[in-house]
């Protein structure tokens, strides 16, 4: 019994790691591939485990659509933005603001920046 007890107030003491679904539409592309596109999309984020994802959809070429509202450093949730997925390939990418495209860290950054743009054009406009 103590031990139930012990291992019950850890479990408490443990922030929770699952990112959500905030709106239901990971009901429109199935619960194993909105698992699927939240963990590649985490690896990219600071706190996957704060993420928010909504507006999800299967894009017009195959990747997954949908937004994502990430936190700052402060703790604070930004807003969402919207992320191209492709479980396919193992790539997703959050749509960069334009600091971000003027001003990438490194060649391979702005590579990336590249490629999310010409998923989110194929999958996700209109």
Known sequence: MRAVVLAVA????VPATAQTVIDGSDATIGAEMS????????HGLKSPAEARYGRLRRGKAGAI???VDVTNRMGAHV????????????????????????????????????????????????
């Not at 850890?10 to 003491?13: K, M, S, V």
């Not at 698992?35 to 985490?42: D, K």
């Not at 990438?104 to 996700?124: D, I, K, V």
């Open 65 to 67: 659509c949908g937004e």
């Open 10 to 13: 850890l479990l408490a003491a």
């Open 79 to 126: 807003g969402p933005r919207p992320f191209v997925a492709d479980p396919e390939s193992g790539f997703s990418g959050i749509m960069p603001d334009a600091a971000e495209i003027r001003h990438p860290s490194s060649m391979a950054q702005y590579q990336g920046f590249q490629r999310t743009l010409a998923l989110l054009s194929a999958n996700c406009d209109g």
């Open 35 to 42: 698992a699927s596109v939240m963990v590649l999309v985490g």
